[in-house]
């Protein structure tokens, strides 16, 4: 079983920044992905950026030049960091990590960008 842990959220006025933590931990033996998913009222759950286990990552084109996806393979934490942020961010944001071919969520972190 893997647990996964969201960090990072909070209010943040239009064009700030955040950044999300996402900290993995249980019984996993590999990963093949990290990466983050995140739904705003009314909408589906949108995928917004992976990063896979050779290191290129992947940005829905919304959010491209904006957010930057990492990890820390040490602490098996996977972040987020959100510059220029936009009402239309405004979201729960869901850590996601594939593990042995298992699909695994974290609880969600609420991004909200609001003057």
């Known amino acids: 079983q893997v647990q996964l842990v969201e960090s990072g959220g909070g209010l943040v006025q239009p064009g700030g920044s955040l950044r999300l933590s996402c900290a993995a931990s249980g019984s996993i033996f590999s990963f093949n992905a990290m990466g983050w998913y995140r739904q705003a009222p009314g909408k589906q759950r949108e995928w917004v950026a992976t990063?896979?286990?050779?290191?290129?990552?992947m940005y829905v084109s919304s959010v491209k030049g904006r957010f930057t996806i990492s990890r820390d393979n040490d602490k098996n934490t996977v972040y987020l960091q959100m510059n220029s942020l936009k009402a239309e961010d405004s979201a729960v944001y869901y850590c996601?990590?594939?593990?042995?071919?298992?699909?695994?969520w974290g609880q969600g972190t609420q991004v909200t960008v609001s003057s």
């Open positions: 990063i896979a286990s050779g290191g290129n990552v």
């Open positions: 996601n990590v594939v593990s042995q071919g298992r699909w695994y």
